[in-house]
C-alpha cells in the first residue's frame, strides 16, 4: 500500500505535518470513508494550538475505526518463506 503525507500550517504558524495516509483505489469502499475522517483530523489539528510537529493518521485510524475496517483497509498478505 502506498502512503502519502500533508505538512501545512496551522492557526498559529506551526508547522504540521500529518503522515501514513493511505492512497486508494478510485472504486475503494474505503475511499469515502478515509477522505471525511483526514479532513476531520486535519480541521482538528488546524484550530488546536498546542501541538506536535508530526502525526500519524494511521494510527488515529486505528482509535476511531472498527477494528475489522481497520484490518480490511491495512490488510498485509501472508509473505512466503519470511521473503
Known sequence: MLFKSLEFKNVVGQKVKVIDIPVLMEDSTYKFMIQVRLQTYVTSLYNEKNLKKCYSFKDYLKKVMKWPDY??????????NNA
Not at 71 to 80: I, P, R, S, T
Request: aromatic share 10%; glycine share 10%; no cysteine.
Open 71 to 80: 484490518e480490511q483497509l491495512f490488510k498485509v498478505g501472508e509473505l512466503k
